[in-house]
């Protein structure tokens, strides 16, 4: 196999790596190195607080949301029930 002489010498050289991730839903950073020629490496993993509170403040945000949503929509429901049950406007659909 030829490789370019650029790539030549960096067959035995390994690669580091850095990955941030979320592993089951905690956020990570996989940090370690690979060695391309056997195909094997070490690394490990370290609790990312940055993006922790990033992905959190998305979260409550996402909450927030959902929750106010879920408001407007009681506020809709309640006020369409309270206009059924007035004898008023009972009267206009009789």
Not at 35 to 56: K, P, T, V
Request: charged share 35%; proline share 4%; with cysteine.
């Amino acid at each position: 196999m030829k490789l370019l002489p650029s790539l030549r010498h960096m067959q035995h050289k390994p690669v580091y790596l850095k990955a941030p991730m979320i592993l089951n839903g905690v956020c990570v950073i996989w940090r370690g190195w690979i060695d391309l020629q056997r195909l094997d490496g070490m690394g490990y993993l370290e609790y990312d607080d940055e993006r922790a509170q990033h992905e959190d403040a998305l979260a409550q945000a996402a909450f927030e949301e959902a929750r106010r949503r879920t408001r407007d929509f009681e506020d809709r429901d309640r006020s369409h029930r309270e206009d059924l049950e007035d004898p008023v406007v009972s009267k206009i659909w009789d």
